[in-house]
C-alpha cells in the first residue's frame, strides 16, 4: 500500500467498505483512484485479528447479508470471487433463546418457517408467510426507495410508476405502511411472545429499537433477506473483503495508503482540488469522497456549509459492546437445536428489548441486555482450530456515557466515560447469563476479549462514542433527510466534493450502498 505516483482522478478519504466499493468501481471504469486511511490498517468496521495462535476473529462487522444481496455485490462480486473472497453461511440465520431456555429458529426455508411459527401459536406462521408475501410484492419499490438515489430519474420514474399502478391513495397507504413500528407489526401478526421475541431484536441491527417508526419495515427487509442469502461470513475473516477490494483497486493502477491522515481538503474558488495529509504533503485531485462523520467533514476538513451550520443538531445512536471468546470443545448450548445458528438472539422478547434500549438510551448499563451471539465457528470452521470454537456477541443497547446502571450493581464513573475496569465488569454481566444457557461455560474458556463503546471509537474514529450506524438513525435523520434535512445525494455545497459512508444515505451496514451511489453518479 503506496502513496499515488500520478496525480489521481479521485481522491477518496477513509477506507471502509463505501470508500472501497467507490474506489473498485471507479478504478474498473477507467478512473486513477487513490484512497488514504488515517489507520495503520484499512477496512474501517472490516477488521480480522487474532483471538490466539490459529484463532481469526472480526473485533467490528462480520455479517454480510447487505453485501450478498445488495448492487455493489452485483458489480463487484465476481471481481471479489477472482481475488479470492468467498462468502459461507449454515442454512439457520438466526434465532432466539428466552431466559427459562425456550427457543426459536429461523431457516433458509419459507415452509420450515411457517411451521415453526404455526408450532409456536396456531396461524402465527401463515401470518409469517402473509406478511412475508406482502413485503414481496413491495419489493421493487421498497428497495427502490430504501437503496436508491432518491433526488434521480429512476426514483422518480418509479413512483410514477407505482402511482399509476396503485393510484395515489393506494402509493400514499403503502407509504403509511411501511413506517409501522416493529412492535405495532409484532404484536398486530403474532400470537406467541416466542414468534414475536424471534424479530424483536433485529430492529437494533438497523439503530432502531422497537417503537421507532419503520422499525418493523426494517424486520420484514432483514427476513426476507435473511430466507434468501442466510447471515453471510467471509471465509477466513472480514480482512478477506478489504483485500479482495483493495486488489481490485490496484489492479486497475489505483492505490490504497494507510498511516496517512488526511488533515484538510484543498479548496480553491469554491472548488475541492485535492487533500492535504498530516505529513504536509498535498496530492492534487479532479474530486474528492470523504467517508466520515458529518463533524469530521465539516468540523475538520472543510468549512460548515449553511444548510448544516449547527452540527449541535446532528445526533448519533447508542454504543454498541462486543464480547469474542476462545473455547475448547463445542458450545454446549442447554437448548437443543442451536449449534448451527449464527445469529442468536438471548433476551426476555420484545418489552425486554425495549426496556433494555429504553435504559441505554438515558445512559444506564441494561439490567438484562440483548445479546446478539454469533457462531462464525459454524459457518467458518477455519475461524478456530479443530476442537475449538470461537463466539462473536455484539450487544447493541450499550450507552456512550455511562450514568449509572439499571440493576443497582455497577458504579458509573464520575466523567461516564468507559474504562477498562467497567468493561470487564459488565462483560461478568453478561457471561453469566451465557453460564445460564450454555453447560460447562465458564471452565471451556480459552480467552475472553471485551470491547466496550470507547474502544470500537478508538477502532475508527467514524464510530463516534461506540454508535456503529454513523448517526441515529430514525426517520427525521435518514432517506433523503440523512444527515440533514437540506441534504441531496452526496452533495456537500462544495463542488467536486462527496460525501459518503454511514452517516450519508442509504445509510449504515455492509451494503457498499454510498460508495456504489457515489460511483455510479461519478460515472462508473
Known amino acids: 500500500m503506496t502513496a499515488p505516483k500520478t496525480t489521481p ?11 472501497l466499493t467507490a474506489g473498485a468501481m471507479l478504478a474498473k471504469s477507467g478512473k486513477n483512484v487513490a484512497i488514504f486511511e488515517r489507520e495503520d490498517v484499512a477496512g474501517g468496521c472490516m477488521r480480522s485479528e487474532t483471538l490466539a495462535e490459529g484463532v481469526t476473529y472480526d473485533p467490528l462487522a462480520t455479517t454480510f447479508v447487505l453485501w450478498v444481496t445488495g448492487a455493489a455485490h452485483g458489480v463487484l462480486g465476481e471481481d471479489l470471487a477472482r481475488h479470492g473472497v468467498e462468502f459461507c453461511a449454515t442454512d439457520t440465520p438466526t434465532g432466539v433463546l428466552l431466559p427459562d431456555g425456550r427457543a426459536l429458529t ?52 418509479l413512483l410514477a410508476k407505482e402511482a399509476w399502478k396503485r393510484k395515489p391513495h393506494g402509493l400514499a397507504a403503502t407509504m403509511g405502511g411501511a413506517l409501522q413500528p416493529m412492535r405495532g407489526w409484532l404484536e398486530t401478526s403474532f400470537a406467541s411472545d416466542l414468534n414475536r421475541a424471534l424479530w424483536a431484536p433485529w430492529c437494533l441491527h438497523a439503530g432502531l429499537g422497537p417503537e421507532a417508526s419503520f422499525s418493523g419495515q426494517m424486520g420484514q427487509v432483514i427476513g426476507f433477506a435473511l430466507e434468501l442469502a442466510g ?69 475538520k476538513l472543510v468549512p460548515v456549509p449553511e444548510r448544516c451550520n449547527d452540527l449541535r443538531k446532528y445526533r448519533y445512536g447508542k454504543g454498541d459492546f462486543q464480547l469474542h471468546y476462545l473455547l475448547n ?26 426496556k433494555a434500549g429504553n435504559e441505554a438510551e438515558r445512559g444506564m448499563l441494561p439490567e438484562v441486555p440483548t445479546i446478539c451471539v454469533g457462531q462464525p465457528s459454524a459457518a467458518d470452521p477455519t475461524r478456530a482450530p479443530e476442537g475449538q470454537s470461537v463466539l462473536w456477541l455484539q450487544l447493541p443497547e450499550a450507552p456512550r456515557i455511562v450514568k449509572g446502571d439499571a440493576k443497582g450493581e455497577i458504579d458509573a464513573p464520575a466523567d461516564g466515560q468507559w474504562t477498562e475496569a467497567l468493561r470487564e465488569t459488565y462483560a461478568d454481566r453478561i457471561e453469566a447469563i451465557l453460564a445460564n444457557h450454555i453447560g460447562g461455560f465458564r471452565d471451556q474458556i480459552v480467552t475472553r476479549r471485551a470491547v466496550s463503546p470507547a474502544d470500537l471509537e478508538g477502532y475508527n474514529m467514524n464510530l463516534v462514542g461506540g454508535d456503529p450506524y454513523g448517526g441515529a438513525c430514525n426517520l427525521e435523520q435518514f432517506f433523503l433527510w440523512r444527515p440533514f434535512a437540506g441534504s441531496k445525494r452526496h452533495d456537500t455545497g462544495v463542488k467536486n466534493l462527496y460525501h459518503i459512508g454511514a452517516s450519508t444515505h442509504p445509510g449504515p451496514g455492509l451494503s457498499g450502498g454510498s460508495g456504489f451511489l457515489t460511483a455510479k453518479e461519478l460515472g462508473a
Not at 482522478?9 to 470508500?19: F, H, T, V
Not at 473483503?241 to 490504497?256: D, K, P, S
Open 329 to 354: 470443545g463445542p458450545v454446549k448450548w442447554k437448548t437443543e437445536g442451536l449449534e448451527r445458528v449464527q445469529l442468536l438472539h438471548i433476551t426476555p422478547g420484545l418489552d425486554g428489548v425495549s
Open 231 to 299: 447471515a453471510p461470513l467471509v471465509k477466513g475473516g472480514a480482512a478477506n473483503m478489504v483485500r479482495g477490494l483493495i486488489a481490485i483497486i490496484e489492479e486497475h493502477g489505483g492505490t490504497v495508503t494507510t498511516g496517512a491522515e488526511v488533515a484538510e481538503i484543498v479548496i480553491s474558488n469554491g472548488t475541492a482540488t485535492g487533500v492535504k495529509l498530516a505529513s504536509g504533503e498535498v496530492v492534487k485531485a479532479g474530486k474528492v469522497l470523504a467517508s466520515t462523520t458529518p463533524n469530521q467533514l465539516y468540523e
Open 9 to 19: 482522478d479521485i481522491a477518496i478519504i477513509g477506507s471502509g467498505i463505501n470508500a
Open 106 to 157: 429461523y431457516k433458509m426455508d419459507r415452509a420450515t418457517n411457517v411451521a415453526a411459527f404455526n408450532a409456536s401459536h396456531p396461524g402465527d406462521g401463515d401470518q409469517l408467510a402473509a406478511d412475508l408475501d406482502a413485503f414481496a410484492a413491495d419489493a421493487e419499490l421498497l428497495f427502490g426507495l430504501m437503496g436508491g438515489d432518491p433526488w434521480s430519474k429512476s426514483t422518480a420514474k
